[in-house]
Structures are given as structure tokens and as C-alpha cells.
């Protein structure tokens, strides 16, 4: 059966790379040390799918003050040790992509070198060479359209043609947001699934169904 979409938009964080459990782990422990105790649960409410931009721009609002010019290289330091000893591909995800026969790529709110060590540790990378979408490249990050727009018209594809596949309430507002249909994947646990669902919107929690719900097969 031939796909239902001519173009299939993949999140990174927690939806390719299983990173978002390690991120949390990593934003608790700095946030603590620089004055602001959350939960990790609080952590992913307020930032998972959001750019690191906004997440320390909040952090300059609540502490009143400018963040101190090392805190994101400090940030960037401790994600790339813990990543590189403990990031594994999102599982079943290799499968999937096997099975998706249509155009695919990625579009993160992360940043080309943050998705080039993810993607790259776990073997992914080579799958999207060329097709990979940043947030730093448009005007406004998640969940606004902007990303998902810029992804869809740079590979000449129609809003309506495209699926999302995404895992944070940012990523799946944007999708809507964009004209797209929406997947919304909440295998990893992090978001609580009623924060993704709504309309245009369907909920899984194994990325190997994702192919039949594309209409692959």
C-alpha cells in the first residue's frame, strides 16, 4: 500500500534518540545548582520541545538576572558526557524507518551539531543526511509552524501531504499549527499522553505500529 503522506517530519529528542530521560536528568541537576529546584516532571512540563534559547531565557526570568555566559557551555558539556555513555536509538524506531518506503526528515528544535553527535551515536545519522531541519534556521521555534513549514517547503511538499511524528506538546501544537497531521508518540513516558492528544492527532506508544498507521502497509 502506498503511503498516505508524501512527506513524514521525525522529531529528534525522544523520538529518533531516546535522549529525553537523559536531558531531564541533566536540566535537574544544573537548575538545582544554579538556584532553581524543579522536578523533572516540572522540567519536561515547561521545556521538552521547546529550544534551549527559551529554556534559558525562563531560567534568566525566574532568576532575575543574565544567565552567566558559561551556564550553556556547562549545559552542553554534561548532555555530550552523558550522552555519549548511555544514548540509545528510540526502540523499535530502526524497524520503522525500514518500513516507511516515502520521504522522511527530520525536524528538531535542537541544533545541526546537537543532532549530528545524537543521530551520529546512534546510527542514525545517515538516514537523513540532507534532510535534517533546525530550529536555529526559522524565526520562531515550537510550537509555532515555522519549523515544520520550512522542512515541508525546502522538499516540496504540501502541508496537507505531510505527517509529524512527534513527542512533546510543543512539537504536536506546531504540527497542527503547520496544516499537518499529527502522531504523537508517548512510548517514552515523559509527557503524559491527554497533553498530546487532541484533534488531527493520533497517540501510539510502539514505533513499530508507526509504518501501518502511515498507511505503509
Same mark, same amino acid.
Given at each position: 500500500?502506498?503511503?498516505?503522506?508524501?512527506?513524514?517530519?521525525?522529531?529528534?529528542?525522544?523520538?529518533?534518540?531516546?535522549?529525553?530521560?537523559?536531558?531531564?536528568?541533566?536540566?535537574?541537576? %544544573?537548575? *538545582? @545548582? =544554579?538556584?532553581?529546584?524543579?522536578?523533572?516532571? +516540572?522540567?519536561?512540563? #515547561?521545556?521538552? /520541545?521547546? $529550544?534551549?534559547?527559551?529554556?534559558?531565557?525562563?531560567?534568566?526570568?525566574?532568576?532575575?538576572?543574565?544567565?552567566?555566559?558559561?551556564?550553556?557551555?556547562?549545559?552542553?558539556?554534561?548532555?555530550?558526557?552523558? %550522552?555519549? *555513555? @548511555? =544514548?540509545?536509538?528510540?526502540?523499535?524506531?530502526? +524497524?520503522?524507518?525500514? #518500513?516507511?518506503? /516515502?520521504? $522522511?526528515?527530520?525536524?528538531?528544535?535542537?541544533?545541526?551539531?546537537?543532532?549530528?553527535?545524537?543521530?551520529?551515536?546512534?546510527?542514525?545519522?545517515?538516514?537523513?543526511?540532507?534532510?535534517?531541519?533546525?530550529?536555529?534556521?526559522?524565526?520562531?521555534?515550537?510550537?509555532?509552524?515555522?519549523?515544520?513549514?520550512?522542512?515541508?517547503?525546502?522538499?516540496?511538499?504540501?502541508?496537507?501531504?505531510?505527517?509529524?511524528?512527534?513527542?512533546?506538546?510543543?512539537?504536536?501544537?506546531?504540527?497542527?499549527?503547520?496544516?499537518?497531521?499529527?502522531?504523537?508518540?508517548?512510548?517514552?513516558?515523559?509527557?503524559?499522553?491527554?497533553?498530546?492528544?487532541?484533534?488531527?492527532?493520533?497517540?501510539?506508544?510502539?514505533?513499530?505500529?508507526?509504518?501501518?498507521?502511515?498507511?505503509?502497509?
Amino acid at each position: 500500500m502506498a503511503s498516505t503522506y508524501k512527506l513524514v517530519i521525525f522529531d529528534c529528542d525522544g523520538v529518533l534518540v531516546d535522549s529525553e530521560p537523559l536531558a531531564l536528568r541533566v536540566d535537574t541537576e %544544573l537548575f *538545582a @545548582e =544554579l538556584g532553581w529546584p524543579l522536578s523533572s516532571e +516540572e522540567i519536561a512540563r #515547561r521545556f521538552v /520541545g521547546r $529550544t534551549t534559547d527559551y529554556m534559558m531565557g525562563e531560567l534568566a526570568a525566574h532568576l532575575g538576572t543574565p544567565v552567566p555566559e558559561d551556564v550553556n557551555a556547562r549545559f552542553v558539556a554534561r548532555y555530550r558526557e552523558v %550522552l555519549a *555513555a @548511555e =544514548l540509545r536509538p528510540v526502540e523499535g524506531i530502526a +524497524e520503522a524507518l525500514d #518500513r516507511i518506503a /516515502g520521504l $522522511t526528515c527530520v525536524a528538531s528544535s535542537g541544533s545541526h551539531e546537537k543532532m549530528r553527535f545524537t543521530l551520529g551515536l546512534t546510527g542514525l545519522y545517515e538516514r537523513f543526511d540532507g534532510r535534517i531541519f533546525s530550529a536555529t534556521e526559522v524565526a520562531h521555534g515550537k510550537p509555532a509552524p515555522d519549523l515544520f513549514l520550512h522542512a515541508a517547503r525546502s522538499l516540496g511538499v504540501e502541508p496537507d501531504d505531510c505527517a509529524v511524528i512527534e513527542d512533546s506538546e510543543y512539537g504536536v501544537l506546531a504540527a497542527r499549527a503547520a496544516g499537518m497531521t499529527a502522531y504523537g508518540y508517548v512510548g517514552g513516558g515523559i509527557i503524559p499522553a491527554e497533553r498530546l492528544a487532541g484533534p488531527g492527532t493520533t497517540l501510539f506508544d510502539d514505533m513499530r505500529e508507526l509504518p501501518g498507521l502511515l498507511g505503509e502497509e
